[in-house]
């Protein structure tokens, strides 16, 4: 069965440093998102993209925070400089049409921690 | 705001019994879909059960069923025979046309001997 995965499975930075967390949808979805879990808290969307392009995101999604796919494959989130408060579960997730009777599939997920 | 509301932050069941976690949400959209998310240990979200809205059917998906009550705008999860495995976070959240999900903030199922 298809899935997506996301590398790595845990990073640990430095506060002040750049991140890329990375993810492979599952080939033939077209609509990706990234979402945000700090520890004991809800999930929260940060971000969607659809044809190359940013299609929504959330207040949380600020300057330090970019999305790409730069290969046709690949999926990342770029944290410019970390902060103590980007600790947390972030998840990847990708469905085939925007019509919701198909699932959207997370990922596993990667922790981060900020030193 | 659309906001998705979980009243119980932990809830316990004995094992084989039936358990009922509650949701509800606030929405403007007449087409929408509701979901309950599963979060073990582990972390991975897998998703128990979802809703179309403009379904009036209750979904069902094994010992898992809702009862989804769009007037009132509710969706509840029914366990039934509770089993071990079934111990995790459970989230309700919701997508609109815009897609994206907005989850409640959880509720943890403990399941006894």
């Known amino acids: 069965e298809p899935e997506v995965t996301q590398t790595p499975s845990h990073q640990v930075t430095q506060m002040g440093q750049e991140v890329i967390l990375r993810c492979v949808p599952i080939?033939?979805?077209?609509?990706f998102y990234w979402y945000r879990q700090i520890l004991g808290q809800k999930v929260e969307f940060l971000v969607s993209?659809?044809?190359?392009?940013?299609?929504?995101k959330s207040e949380i999604f600020d300057d330090q925070f970019s999305v790409e796919r730069p290969d046709g494959s690949n999926f990342t989130l770029k944290i410019r400089s970390t902060k103590l408060e980007d600790s947390a579960m972030y998840f990847c997730?990708?469905?085939?049409?925007?019509?919701?009777?198909?699932?959207?599939?997370f990922g596993p997920g990667t922790r981060l921690t900020v030193t | 705001a659309q906001t998705v509301t979980q009243s119980q932050p932990e809830m316990s069941v004995q094992e084989a019994e039936t358990v009922t976690l509650s949701c509800t949400y606030d929405?403007?959209?007449?087409?929408?879909?509701l979901f309950w998310y599963k979060q073990p240990p582990s972390r991975q979200m897998i998703l128990v059960i979802r809703?179309?809205?403009?379904?009036?059917q209750n979904a069902t998906e094994n010992r898992f069923s809702v009862n989804f009550q769009k007037a009132a705008k509710s969706f509840s999860l029914k366990i039934s025979d509770s089993q071990l495995g079934d111990a995790a976070m459970y989230f309700c959240?919701?997508?609109?046309?815009?897609?994206?999900?907005?989850f409640g903030t959880g509720t943890r199922l403990q399941v006894t001997l």
């Open positions: 997730a990708s469905i085939r049409h925007r019509d919701f009777s198909y699932e959207q599939y």
């Open positions: 080939s033939n979805h077209l609509y």
């Open positions: 993209f659809y044809n190359n392009e940013i299609s929504e």
């Open positions: 929405t403007s959209e007449s087409d929408y879909y």
């Open positions: 809703q179309e809205a403009y379904k009036q």
């Open positions: 959240a919701r997508a609109g046309t815009a897609s994206k999900l907005t």
